[in-house]
């Protein structure tokens, strides 16, 4: 028979000893497994916070893409090259006379927000004021360089649906809008890039 001995006052037989030392590596080996999973859990969250997907973030481009949140330069534009300044000249008629007016001004054409194919006309029929700085813009869209102005209102005027066309430098559309009053306008408008 096994006799189990105290080593000293207080202290603890050589089995209690082998069972606190079993339990201090069974203690240590649970902290070590621990901490390996918190460090791969804390690199998993990592390298897949990182993974951020890449694509069009521009919404004014062809290819936007609303899920992509990091450009990747892969941005497509339609109707860059209509973007600029027209010298333009239009004949306009409208009450109370019904008389011809003829204007020359220019018209700016810049990207609409957000809006692929779309693009803003600023200084539509001349119709900016230039004692107060409002602008008098239209949203028009622009698909195989064929325009169409659909219905909107402006400052306190409303744009009537219309349309018209760019070939190459060059740029034509109908004119027709209501003044506050419910005087009806219409006319054409042609011109060239500057």
């Not at 006799?3 to 590596?25: D, H, P, T, W």
């Not at 195989?144 to 349309?163: F, G, L, M, Y």
């Not at 070939?167 to 500057?194: L, P, T, W």
């Amino acid at each position: 028979m096994i006799e189990i001995l105290n080593i000293s006052k207080g202290g603890c037989s050589n089995q209690e000893f082998a069972v606190k030392q079993a339990s201090n590596r069974s203690y240590l080996e649970t902290v070590k497994t621990l901490s390996q999973l918190i460090l791969l859990t804390t690199l998993l969250l990592l390298y897949f916070s990182s993974c951020k997907k890449k694509g069009c973030t521009d919404c004014n481009a062809t290819n936007y893409n609303i899920e992509a949140e990091e450009e990747d330069a892969s941005c497509v534009y339609a109707n860059e090259d209509l973007l600029g300044v027209y010298s333009v000249q239009d004949s306009i008629t409208g009450p109370p006379t019904l008389e011809w007016y003829f204007s020359t001004y220019d018209l700016e054409i810049s990207k609409s927000e957000c809006a692929p194919n779309h693009l803003t006309l600023t200084n539509y029929a001349n119709k900016n004021n230039t004692f107060s700085g409002a602008l008098f813009s239209i949203d028009c869209q622009v698909i195989n360089a064929v325009i169409t102005i659909p219905k909107q209102d402006v400052n306190e005027d409303h744009v009537r649906e219309s349309s018209g066309y760019f070939s190459n430098d060059s740029i034509s559309f109908e004119i027709e809008y209501e003044n506050a009053f419910g005087e009806v306008f219409y006319g054409k408008c042609f011109g060239r890039k500057k």
